[in-house]
């Protein structure tokens, strides 16, 4: 308790807990657990995260239904084959991207030592 009225990075804060209890109509849960929340009248919506504060952890969809920029939510969206699956901030992690971890292909590499520098 003393975490969440002094800080915000370990989930909510006792000033939204109290807001989501008064005011807060569950919009949604997605499946990293996060759970979505409007007010009565749609003006404001927010988000309590499950785990680390990470606005990365958001998917795309519910998102868009964040910012308004989407009226439909995140679980009445219709899923296509082709969509992959959400992926938050890899930095920092073994799953980051490495151009010389990722450069693997031989040709590549062939191409690039064909350039001599030219010297006088």
Do not use: C
């Not at 915000?8 to 997605?30: C, E, H, K, M």
């Not at 799953?95 to 520098?117: G, L, M, Q, V, W």
């Amino acid at each position: 308790m003393l975490k969440e009225i002094f800080t915000w990075w370990n989930g909510q804060t006792f000033g939204t807990r109290l807001w989501t209890y008064f005011s807060g109509i569950p919009a949604g849960v997605d499946s990293q657990g996060n759970k979505y929340f409007h007010n009565k009248k749609d003006t404001k919506r927010w988000v309590i995260y499950a785990n680390e504060v990470e606005s990365t952890y958001v998917n795309p969809e519910w998102n868009n239904w964040l910012r308004f920029t989407s009226r439909v939510k995140a679980s009445e969206d219709k899923k296509y084959k082709w969509q992959k699956n959400h992926l938050s901030n890899q930095t920092g992690t073994a799953n980051a991207y490495d151009p010389e971890k990722d450069n693997t292909n031989d040709s590549s590499k062939k191409r690039n030592d064909d350039y001599i520098k030219w010297a006088p």
